[in-house]
């Protein structure tokens, strides 16, 4: 089956004309499918091209199949069920300034962070340009009810964006079209491990999206102690590519640092942080590490943290110590996923 959401409202255009329907009808069919509507109530539409259509195409790939609310805030998450049966995971914030969605981009993750359980069984494969609108459409739908629709999407659920790089520019594309969800680029981030020439690629799309990088060293050797992608692209390489893409674009970029301890928290390490990231117009959001059951890392008490925040600062960097959300519906990256399958292969 092929997905309508992986297509543009000239294509639809086109695949209306080779079947020799009206062009009006496919910005009929566009807005149902942005919608999230099924065949049957696309009510402007005549029956035998709904079932035409339904014969080769999908509406949306992304399947909500199941939805948790925190008792502690009002974040969700939610486990997606794709066509081929692989379950990726989003999580739902409601923050003052709107309802910000996680996507995920790859089915897995093949960077191998070593605080990650996204990581820990490899890449399944690529999500498509329209699993991953499919996931903003889904939770819409759901969200519709409450009057509310998603406002913000930052791509930081499993996988590595710019590992997936047609794909997720074409999204981006798509997401912003007038005539789609038509959702400012302003109000996405796309977040990445440090893949330098892609990064350099990336900043000439004319793409206006807030870039951030998961740094979580302030050189080299501790990078390459959490992060493999760090044989790959010396740190100095990745500031340079911030530094590009805040030239190219004119947006400030985040820089996000999880803080491990024993291992990067240390008050020397801020001063490094803050000398490599000199002149650079960023603002840093520190993580306490979420810790992962599989692994051995753990996150430093609140004291150290706040101590790293300050002595940022007082080296001239922003700085904020991100809010832990959702803490009892295992909002960080790949946990739900994971815990799902190993029940299932348990059962
Ligand atoms: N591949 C992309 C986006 C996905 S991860 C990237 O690497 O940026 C989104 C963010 O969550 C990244 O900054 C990642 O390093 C961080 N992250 C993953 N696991 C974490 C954990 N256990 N605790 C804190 N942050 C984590």
Known sequence: MRELLNL??????????????????????????????????????????????????????????????????????????????NLIEGVLMRYHHGDTLCLSTQVGCRMGCRFCASTLEGCVRNLTPGEMLGQIVA???????????????????????????????????????????????????LSTCGLVPRMLQ??????????????????????????????????????????????????????????VKGVNC???QADELAALLKGLICHVNLIPLNAVAERDLCPPDRREVEAFQHRLEH????????REMGADIQGACGQLRRSVLQAESHA
Request: glycine residues 4%; proline residues 6%.
């Open 202 to 259: 990336f900043a000439k799309e004319g793409l206006a999206v807030t870039l951030s990088i998961s740094l979580h060293a302030p050189n080299d050797e501790v990078r390459k102690r959490l992060m493999p992608v760090a044989n790959a692209y010396p740190i100095r390489e990745v500031v340079a590519a911030l530094r590009n893409y805040v030239e190219k674009t004119g947006r400030r970029v985040i820089v996000e640092y999880a803080l």
């Open 139 to 189: 939770v819409n739908r759901r969200l519709r009810e409450a009057d509310r629709r998603v406002h913000n999407v930052v791509l930081m659920g499993s996988g590595e964006p710019l590992d997936n790089y047609e794909n997720t520019v074409r999204f981006l594309r798509l997401l912003n079209a007038p005539e789609g969800l038509n959702l400012s680029l302003r109000n996405v981030s």
């Open 266 to 268: 240390a008050p020397g």
């Open 8 to 85: 543009t409202l000239c294509e639809l255009e086109e695949w209306m004309r080779a079947n020799d329907q009206p062009r009006f009808r496919a910005k009929q069919l566009y807005s149902w499918v942005i919608s999230g509507t099924p065949f049957e109530e696309m009510h402007n539409l005549p029956k035998a091209l709904r079932e035409r259509l339904a014969e080769e195409w999908v509406v949306n790939p992304v399947e909500i199949r199941e939805a948790y609310r925190s008792r502690l805030d009002e974040t969700e998450k939610y486990l997606y069920k794709l066509p081929d049966g």
């Open 315 to 322: 080296r001239g960097l922003s700085a904020t110590i991100r």
